[in-house]
Structures are given as structure tokens and as C-alpha cells.
């Protein structure tokens, strides 16, 4: 016969210290934080250890704290996998990827198809959002985040790095990096301020061109409706050439003159608290696999 204390103060306990919040952990579980701490203390007191040390509004894990956490943590992870599996038997495995929205219909979606035929028994489904998404709060299994590492809390692994080089419609018959005085320069404004991003002054500076001031420019505010007005043959635009790869191969685009420059890198990005599920495993390993040599 096993001799446990009870389920609901162990519950309390791992809530707490998932969340190093006595509030936060009660708001999960639909308590008062004061029903929380009178199942922690209950819990310290059959131990006859010390499980928190407790600061105003602040809680850390002594060290029986933390050895006990991750032995609660893995055991109701385990649970709950088993019972969402008895109680969905027959449910498809899903899996959602978050990547931005040029990212999702440019690099994604043609590729879709293709994920189906090698897993038709794994359903997914694609959040497109350029704002980086929390994969702590938001039902997120993959992220793609595009920038640089680290990314504290989570795992990132490099998908691939990207180069910028200017892209035109062929009708437009440009040629070399002359022909830039009878076009527009398409532009599109990043989400943030940064030296690295690849635009039109890093590449000018990398080319040795000294730009006219008298240049037309075409501005826009999303990578996608650049990459649009491009193909539409609006102007010359520096683009993403992982993201306008069908572009180019159809020849909607071509890439008339160097040089590229270097981008930055897309990186495959998942919850570190816990490995992923073998479903997840499966798009990550295919994420992978479409990635371009290095």
C-alpha cells in the first residue's frame, strides 16, 4: 500500500513551482492563493521539510523543493498524456506551427502537400503571426522565429541562414546595378530596428554603389506585399531569395546582379520544459529535411 500524501497538495505543490507563484498557481487550479498555501504547508508538515522559502510576494524552491518538482512534473505530464489518449482515442495527432506571415506563405504552405503525402496520419495546422508568439501560454508545439539566437527558456536549432539579393520582374530588363536609376526601390519595414537587417543601404554599402538621393522608392510595410509588388513589376526589390525560390524557378523574378548578403537565420524553435511529442518530432525532423543545403 502506498503511502502518499493526498493528490490535491502534491497538485498544489507542482503548480507553484511551475510557476513560482503561489496567485499564479491558484488562478490554474481555481483557488485562492490562501487554499495554495494551505496545501503546501499541509504537504511540508507530512514531509517534515521545508518545500519554499518564502520572501514578500516571492516564492523559491529549497533544495528538498527541487528535488521533489521534477519527479511531480514528469509523473502528471505522464498523466495527462494518458488520459487525453483514453479520453480521444480515435483523435488525430496535430501538430501547429507559428512562423511569420511571409514565412508561412512563401516557404510553408507549398510544402504542405508534401508533409501530407509522408504523414497523412498527422494534421497541421499554421499560425501565421509576426509577432513572436509565447509558446508558454499560446498552444504552439514549433515555432519559426527569424533573427537572432539565444532565445532564453526555449530550445533553438538553426533551420537555415538567408541571403538578401535584388530581385525584378524581367519585363523590366534590368540588367546591372546601373539600370537602378529607371526603377523604383521597393522597400519593406521591419518589425524592428536593427544595423543587420539586409535593406537597401547595408546592400548599397556592401556593393560600393553610392546610391542617388533622387532614386524612386515603393514602401511597404509586410515582406509579402514586397515580394507581390515585385513580381507585379512595381520595381527592383531586396529580397529573401529562400523566400522567392518558386519566383525565381518559374522565372516571375530573376536575380539580374549581385552581390547577396547575408540575412539572418531561420531557427526551429520548441518549449524546453518538456521533450516533444513524437507527432512534433515528425514535423521537426521534415522542417529539417526542406531546409536548403548548407
Excluded: C
Amino acid at each position: 500500500m502506498r503511502r502518499l500524501p493526498p493528490l490535491s497538495s502534491l497538485r498544489a505543490f507542482e503548480a507553484a513551482a511551475r510557476h513560482a507563484s503561489f496567485k499564479r498557481a491558484a488562478e490554474e487550479l481555481a483557488v485562492t492563493p490562501t487554499a495554495v498555501s494551505h496545501q503546501i504547508r499541509a504537504l511540508e508538515e507530512s514531509l517534515g521539510l521545508a518545500l519554499f522559502a518564502r520572501a514578500v510576494r516571492q516564492v523559491r524552491l529549497t533544495e528538498a523543493g527541487a528535488q521533489l518538482y521534477p519527479v511531480l512534473q514528469q509523473g502528471f505530464d505522464a498523466f495527462e498524456a494518458v488520459l487525453l489518449r483514453l479520453r480521444q482515442p480515435n483523435r488525430r495527432a496535430q501538430v501547429t506551427i507559428s512562423a511569420t506571415n511571409a514565412f508561412t506563405a512563401k516557404w510553408l504552405i507549398p510544402r504542405v502537400a508534401g508533409f501530407h503525402a509522408l504523414h497523412p496520419q498527422i494534421d497541421l495546422q499554421l499560425h501565421a503571426s509576426d509577432e513572436a508568439v509565447d509558446l508558454g501560454k499560446r498552444q504552439v508545439d514549433i515555432a519559426v522565429r527569424y533573427g537572432r539566437s539565444p532565445y532564453p527558456g526555449l530550445v533553438a536549432e538553426v533551420l537555415f541562414e538567408d541571403s538578401y539579393a535584388p530581385v525584378a520582374n524581367p519585363l523590366l530588363r534590368v540588367a546591372s546595378a546601373a539600370d537602378l536609376a529607371t526603377v523604383r526601390l521597393i522597400h519593406f519595414d521591419w518589425k524592428s530596428a536593427s544595423p543587420t537587417h539586409p535593406t537597401w543601404d547595408r546592400w548599397f554599402a556592401h556593393a560600393g554603389w553610392q546610391p542617388d538621393a533622387a532614386l524612386g522608392q515603393l514602401r511597404y510595410s509586410d515582406e509579402g506585399h514586397a515580394i507581390q509588388a515585385a513580381v507585379a513589376g512595381q520595381g527592383v526589390a531586396l529580397l529573401s531569395l529562400a523566400m522567392v525560390a518558386q519566383e525565381l524557378a518559374s522565372g516571375q523574378l530573376v536575380q539580374p546582379f549581385g552581390p547577396a548578403i547575408a540575412g539572418h537565420a531561420y531557427h526551429l524553435v520548441t518549449r524546453a520544459d518538456h521533450g516533444p511529442a513524437a507527432a512534433t518530432s515528425a514535423v521537426l525532423a521534415w522542417l529539417r529535411s526542406q531546409a536548403p543545403p548548407g
